[in-house]
């Protein structure tokens, strides 16, 4: 089996890693929602991180009614 490398592309990035910083996700709160059947079904046929997707949609609008008022 021939292993192919994990990335395309020209040569690698140079990377100084004593400049990176560490981000880490803000915590997420579990709730239950009702969906409607179609827009919950939409979403999952995006494939993987549907429920990421969702919640920047809803954070669009959000920042969206934020700006606007």
């Not at 292993?3 to 880490?24: F, Q, R, T």
């Not at 709730?31 to 669009?60: C, H």
Request: net charge negative.
């Amino acid at each position: 089996m021939n292993s192919a490398p994990d990335h395309e592309g020209e040569a690698e990035i140079d990377v100084d890693w004593a400049k990176a910083e560490l981000v880490e996700p803000s915590p997420k709160k579990l709730i239950s929602l009702r969906i409607d059947e179609d827009i919950i079904a939409f979403f999952r046929s995006q494939g993987k991180g549907y429920q990421t997707r969702m919640n920047a949609v809803l954070r669009a609008y959000k920042d969206a009614v934020e700006k606007k008022g």
